[in-house]
């Protein structure tokens, strides 16, 4: 019950501070200049950002480099961008090359009395926070979440056997050290304003992006050097009884409600109504904490969701709750370039591991 409280306390000051939010976002994706106070936070921010990160580079602030290789994934922006289902793609890709590879997250909306937390299948959604849940769902690798991932990385290489390390979402995590950086665009929305935050929706300038080693471009049509992710709908679960599946035509004979509390809700819908479906949107805050007034919408039609909020409704599900898995496709020239990269950075290292991979 106290936990209950807890969430619903936390979400109503969210729907306070709500309007400002809106008011603020509304500018990131126009053309127009943002107002003059927003643009004088930004350059505040960026400030303290590049400082930073420069105190980094410069070894003022210290900087952990593991034992093992560490590839990250990450964007610039705030909000959705794939970096779920990239990260998703990226380990799925190094298993079947041969690697031994293990996730390192934030743990975003896990409430953990003690930091770092290993991630299970199984784990509380409450405790690690959704994303953690899906992604070890999904990767079936070791998985360890906590606001210092220094400490999850060791925690891993503690317990478990691993030589590569992804890092999810950890483009501005500098404390430590990596080999290669993957940034997620999308595609669609791009940088939106160009500012950063406040102004816009950039947590950095774009001219970080001429840092990283790799540009994935989310649904969009790519730029320059960057790589196109296509995220593709696989099949539709059944929340209450996940052995229960349909493909998403089979929703076409009735109107679904759709429900999102992810970064991007809008591309959930877009991508639900470009298969026919007739859908009621339903955007909820990134990360919120479902309880079963939010899906009570008195009627008995389906209720489509994404695979990360299904976690979070599983413990309340009924039988019209589904959820919709989404698959990334990337080009063969990302894998290979990816894990050529990969065996430079090995051979770099003078280590002596044993994977099953050859560089062209």
């Given amino acids: 019950m106290k936990s209950r409280q807890y969430r619903r306390s936390v979400q109503n000051k969210l729907v306070i501070g709500a309007p400002l939010k809106e008011w603020i976002q509304s500018f990131w994706y126009r053309d127009e200049k943002p107002p003059l106070l927003l643009r004088g936070f930004a350059?505040?921010?960026?400030?303290?950002?590049?400082?930073?990160?420069?105190?980094?580079?410069?070894?003022?602030?210290?900087?952990y480099r593991p034992p093992v290789l560490v590839v990250v994934v990450g964007n610039i922006n705030v909000g959705g961008t794939g970096k779920t289902p990239a990260t998703t793609w990226v380990v799925q890709m190094l298993k079947k090359a041969g690697f031994n590879p293990a996730i390192v997250s934030r743990g975003y909306g896990g409430r953990a009395i003690h930091w770092p937390q290993q991630v299970r299948p199984d784990?509380?959604?409450?405790?690690?926070?959704?994303?953690?849940?899906?992604?070890?769902?999904?990767?079936?690798?070791?998985?360890?979440?906590?606001?210092?991932?220094?400490?999850?990385?060791?925690?891993?290489?503690?317990?478990?056997?691993?030589?590569?390390?992804?890092?999810?979402?950890?483009?501005?995590?500098?404390?430590?050290?990596?080999?290669?950086?993957?940034?997620?665009?999308?595609?669609?929305?791009?940088?939106?304003?160009?500012?950063?935050?406040?102004?816009?929706?950039?947590?950095?300038?774009?001219?970080?992006l001429r840092k990283t080693h790799f540009l994935v471009n989310n649904g969009g049509d790519p730029k320059d050097a960057e790589f196109p992710m296509l995220l593709t709908i696989d099949k539709v679960v059944n929340v209450a009884d996940p052995s229960q599946q349909r493909t998403l035509e089979s929703f076409n004979d009735t109107p679904v409600h759709a429900v999102a509390g992810i970064g991007n809700p809008q591309r959930f819908f877009r991508q639900l109504t470009a298969f026919g479906l007739q859908v009621a949107p339903h955007s909820f805050p990134d990360h919120h904490a479902f309880e079963p007034e939010d899906l009570a919408f008195n009627d008995s039609n389906p209720i489509l969701m994404t695979e990360k909020d299904a976690v979070k409704c599983e413990r309340f599900a009924a039988g019209h709750y589904w959820y919709v898995t989404v698959d990334a496709k990337l080009p063969s020239e990302f894998e290979q370039q990816l894990l050529d990269a990969l065996y430079r950075c090995i051979t770099g290292r003078k280590n002596k591991w044993t994977v099953n991979y050859s560089p062209s």
């Fill in 123 to 208: 784990s509380d959604p409450e405790v690690v926070g959704d994303e953690a849940i899906l992604l070890a769902r999904r990767c079936q690798v070791p998985m360890a979440v906590g606001p210092n991932r220094k400490l999850a990385i060791q925690e891993l290489l503690k317990h478990t056997s691993i030589n590569v390390i992804v890092m999810d979402d950890g483009l501005q995590h500098y404390a430590v050290a990596r080999d290669i950086e993957i940034a997620v665009i999308d595609g669609q929305r791009r940088f939106g304003n160009g500012h950063c935050l406040p102004a816009g929706p950039l947590r950095e300038p774009l001219s970080r």
């Fill in 43 to 63: 350059l505040i921010f960026q400030t303290i950002v590049v400082m930073r990160r420069w105190a980094y580079k410069l070894h003022l602030l210290r900087v």
